[in-house]
């Protein structure tokens, strides 16, 4: 239930960059770009979040005073980077399980019971009764019990529901405990993640056009997930200054790592012309023998920190 928004990137024709395919057919001549299962990369995440036992039946309070590092061990300001404060209860579901359902992207509306949320503005802690359902109040102490399910906090940058989720915490109900407060205190450890960029097969595309992309084809996410065409919201594509293997240990970054990009926006489809995304330089130029390239789907609202479809792309 987060998302960390990615980039995108491809190779220069001819180099050697450890990608498995290196033996790729010419770029159709008509332009046509056709994306399938083998070009995309693979993403494995697992989360290992804190979980905090407290009074069960209590106003327990949530504390990130101290909270200096985000999920992507990036720093981070507990007042000025945290706009809302989330909490979510699934009744029939472990931590473990919850973990497992946020990693692989497949928990259901039908999981969750409980959605509260609170906006702290300049504070750095919040108690169980500010929490609302959009500005309605709870009986969260009522609810708040042990044999309950799962309760998860989210803290996020911005005020969607689920987008933008900087650390998350399990909040435990337990028989017998005395403490009140969850001191959330480092990010870092919570999320070990790998990505698989050298695997893939190129996709050869036109230097200088047309680039007219097709995604029909694909069945498969990079998470290991069913694709589903309408959740993907945006396409980029991006040069990076850096080497494969850095690409890939810095994955979640990778947004920021980017020389340049450019974007699109998607409403329905699964066609478009790259031509017409937008960027530094409008409309996008065409490809150039500097640095990699690659090519993104994104959805903007999905749970998982990964695009749904990113490949290298091999301009001749």
């Known amino acids: 239930m987060w998302v960390l928004l990615l980039a995108v990137g491809c190779v220069r024709s001819g180099e050697d960059t450890g990608a498995g395919d290196t033996d790729l057919p010419a770029p159709a001549a008509d332009g046509n770009v056709p994306l399938g299962d083998p070009n995309n990369f693979t993403y494995e995440g697992v989360l290992d979040a804190p979980s905090f036992p407290l009074a069960e039946r209590t106003d327990g309070t949530l504390d990130w005073s101290a909270l200096r590092t985000d999920l992507r061990c990036n720093a981070l300001d507990p007042v000025a980077d945290i706009d809302n404060a989330s909490l979510l209860n699934f009744p029939y579901l472990t931590e473990e399980e919850v973990e497992l359902g946020l990693s692989d992207d497949n928990l259901d509306q039908a999981d969750l019971r409980v959605y509260l949320s609170h906006e702290p503005g300049d504070a750095t802690q919040v108690s169980l009764s500010e929490m609302a359902f959009f500005g309605t109040d709870s009986d969260i102490e009522l609810q708040f019990a042990a044999g309950t399910g799962t309760w998860l906090v989210l803290l996020t940058t911005g005020t969607e529901i689920a987008v933008g989720a900087r650390m998350l915490a399990f909040l435990a109900p337990t028989v017998g405990e005395t403490a009140t407060t969850a001191s959330v205190t480092d990010g870092c450890p919570v999320l070990d993640f790998s990505a698989d960029l050298s695997s893939l097969t190129h996709a050869p595309v036109l230097r200088d056009g047309p680039w007219l992309l097709d995604w029909s084809a694909l069945t498969r996410d990079g998470h290991g997930g069913g694709f589903e065409p309408t959740r993907v919201d945006g396409l980029m594509v991006a040069r990076f200054d850096l080497a494969l293997d850095d690409l890939e240990a810095n994955f979640l970054d990778l947004e920021a790592l980017a020389a340049e990009t450019w974007r699109y926006t998607l409403t329905s489809g699964t066609h478009i012309d ?37 490949t290298i792309v091999d301009p001749a």
Do not use: K, Q
């Open 274 to 310: 790259l031509g017409a995304a937008t960027g530094p330089s409008d409309p996008f130029p065409g490809f150039t023998d500097e640095g990699v390239w690659a090519l993104a789907l994104t959805c903007s609202t999905c749970p998982n920190p990964a695009p749904l479809f990113l």
